[in-house]
């Protein structure tokens, strides 16, 4: 039924076609194989909704499309770009960054590193470092307070 006012009001109602709505509230199920959500213009079109994906900027996990700034979500990772510098990619259970800052506990049964590694403590004091051949100051082993103790030369 419409009403004078252009009011749709229906129940189990099938449309077809495009309709265009200034605001919408929805419940239940809402199904979209292509398409925009937050589309303003094709300078910011928002989320971008594909078969497997939704992004915005980025495009795609690798290839064309994966060095623009945004973020990916897809069926093959995810992926948050800002440049060759600042991204963050998951993919097959791997995570992949050019760099991070993490608290609480890592475990895992083998960590490879290049150059130098320190443990420090709460503070933030340097109480061990193991350099690799290509470290400034060689090959060694250092341990104690700000290296204080011991050092050991490779």
């Known amino acids: 039924m419409v009403s004078n006012s252009g009011l749709l009001t229906a129940s189990n109602a099938i449309i077809w076609g495009t309709i265009h709505a ?11 194989k292509s398409g925009h959500i937050g589309y303003k213009d094709t300078s910011n079109p928002g989320w971008v909704i594909k078969t497997g994906a939704i992004y915005s900027g980025t495009s795609a996990l690798t290839g064309t499309g994966s060095t623009t700034a945004g973020t990916y979500i897809g069926t093959d990772g995810i992926l948050n770009y800002k440049d060759s510098n600042a991204y ?3 993919t097959q259970g791997k995570i992949t960054a050019n760099s991070a800052d993490i608290t609480g506990s890592i475990k895992a049964t083998d960590i490879t590193a290049k150059n130098t590694y320190y443990i420090n403590n709460s503070s933030g004091t340097k109480k061990i470092a193991l350099n690799a051949p290509e470290a400034s100051f060689g ?7 700000g290296f204080t103790g011991t050092h050991i030369n490779g």
């Not at 200034?22 to 979209?32: H, K, L, R, S, Y």
């Not at 090959?139 to 104690?144: P, T």
Request: aromatic residues 4%; without cysteine.
């Open 22 to 32: 200034t605001d919408g509230d929805f419940a239940g199920t809402i199904t979209a």
């Open 88 to 90: 963050v990619k998951i």
């Open 139 to 145: 090959n060694a082993l250092n341990i104690g307070d």
